[in-house]
């Protein structure tokens, strides 16, 4: 068995453990959890941290539980927030659910005959039927609340003076049943989760030693941020999410294309699965040529190809190429007409009526439809002249050819007027 501590310690994965921890692991397969909260029908780029801890224990031998928080999500855990959830309906956490299920399985494997395939849970399965009589009699007097105050999440919104409902207060302590309840069914003996989650881990250690005299084991990873302290994650449109509609796969692919080198150098351990030699290989490459960005383009690899495919990853670096590198008419016209759009996200557009196009004389006439690409006609005639204007990657020479180029998507002209000045003619109607 690989020793998964060590994995995650050069990774940069590892930020606090209970102490013997390491001396358990080493006697054997042992099972560990970690939840997500169903907020969303998707995970998105901030969960990838526990995902991949979830990985790193199966592929050290040890059994993954992913838990979905369908009970605890209809709470909200109030862990660093400055203000309470919305509550969710059962059928959109369902709906959550399902989504998040299909997310996990690209990385972790439930549907081997192994001894430590994964499992998925779903804590909604055993708090359904739990009263609040039962709860507070089997879990409530196992805790004090003067240990529930002392939690440094607690701590924080009382003192940011935002409150606490008595329904997050007791958020801890239904996680801590959870660990309970894993520990108990399913011989779970680790919980896994983010540093913000250490306070309502430990709670879970504390139920199962004052209620069994068990033992029982956290582990957290650190919260990711950047280098430049804005949040990891975000962008300008928002959340980077694993699903391909609300993050597309050329999105996502420029996500990790464009981070910073400070960064590639602690995500190129954190995300990807490639081993400590590989890494220190590119590592020592980049350093070589960091112009050439290759820990970045190593990194959008791997994980464009696991959270989508490998037909998306070209497509992705295809577009990449078109505004960056050496193209052709059959690599824009390779691209579905959502990528080539967010390829050519805020460049002019110029409206063209399909008649026009079909009866305009020359290029251009087409071009010079209004004043959106050239200012006259003699300017384009000079351009093109000159060599110095394409059409969707093909070079006009002949200011009076007929513009015969065919339509991207039936619809795109893509006109470029030098190196870097792009215009998209939308033919309409």
């Known amino acids: 068995m690989n020793n998964f501590i060590e994995e995650l310690r050069w990774r940069g994965m590892l930020q606090d453990m209970t102490a013997g921890i390491e001396e358990h692991l080493n006697k054997g397969k042992a099972t560990a959890y970690l939840g997500f909260d169903p907020t969303a029908d998707s995970l998105h780029i901030g969960h990838l941290v526990g995902v991949m801890t979830l990985l790193h224990f199966q592929r050290a031998g040890h059994q993954p539980v992913a838990l979905i928080g369908g009970a605890t999500g209809m709470i909200g855990d109030p862990s660093f927030k400055s203000a309470e959830r919305n509550l969710l309906d059962e059928e959109t956490l369902d709906r959550n659910i399902a989504g998040i299920q299909k997310q996990l399985e690209k990385f972790l494997d439930f549907g081997s005959d192994k001894s430590n395939q994964a499992l998925l849970v779903n804590n909604y399965d055993w708090m359904a039927g739990f009263s609040f009589l039962e709860f507070i009699r089997d879990v409530g ?7 529930m105050m002392a939690k440094d999440s607690v701590k924080r919104r009382l003192e940011e003076g935002n409150g606490l409902s008595f329904t997050e207060f007791t958020y801890q302590l239904i996680q ?3 660990f309970y309840h894993l520990w ?6 680790i919980q896994l989760g983010g540093s913000d989650q250490w306070g309502n881990i430990v709670t879970g250690t504390e139920l199962i030693r004052k209620k069994e005299g068990g ?7 650190p919260l990711i941020t950047k280098a430049d302290g804005s949040k990891f994650g975000k962008t300008e449109g928002g959340s980077v999410w694993l699903d391909p509609e609300k993050t597309s796969p050329y999105a996502f692919y420029q996500f990790w294309l464009n981070v910073s ?19 220190e290989a590119l590592e020592k490459e980049h350093a070589e040529g960091p112009h050439l960005r290759l820990l970045q383009k190593a990194i959008a690899k791997d994980v464009t190809i696991r959270i989508h495919s490998e037909a ?17 008419l059959e690599d824009l016209a390779s691209l579905d007409e959502r990528t080539f759009l967010q390829v050519f996200d805020g460049v002019p557009v110029m409206p063209v009526e399909r008649s026009s196009y079909l009866n305009a004389e020359n290029v251009v006439e087409l071009l010079c439809a209004d004043q959106t690409i050239f200012a006259s006609k003699g300017e384009a005639r000079k351009l093109i002249q000159g ?17 015969e180029i065919p339509l991207l998507q039936e619809t795109y002209l893509l006109v470029q007027k030098g190196k870097k000045n792009y215009f998209i003619i939308t033919i309409t109607g």
């Open 215 to 221: 033992e029982a084991y956290a582990l957290t990873v």
């Open 176 to 178: 801590g049943y959870d």
């Open 141 to 147: 007097k196992y805790i004090t609340v003067n240990y």
């Open 387 to 403: 060599g110095g204007l394409s059409i969707n990657k093909i070079k006009i020479t002949d200011p009076h050819a007929k513009p």
């Open 184 to 189: 108990k069914h399913q011989n779970c003996s």
């Open 261 to 279: 080198d400070a960064d590639a150098a602690k995500y190129i351990r954190i995300f990807t699965t490639l081993d400590r030699e590989a890494i």
């Open 312 to 328: 998306d990853y070209e497509m992705a670096l295809k577009a990449s190429g078109i505004l960056f590198g050496k193209s052709s």
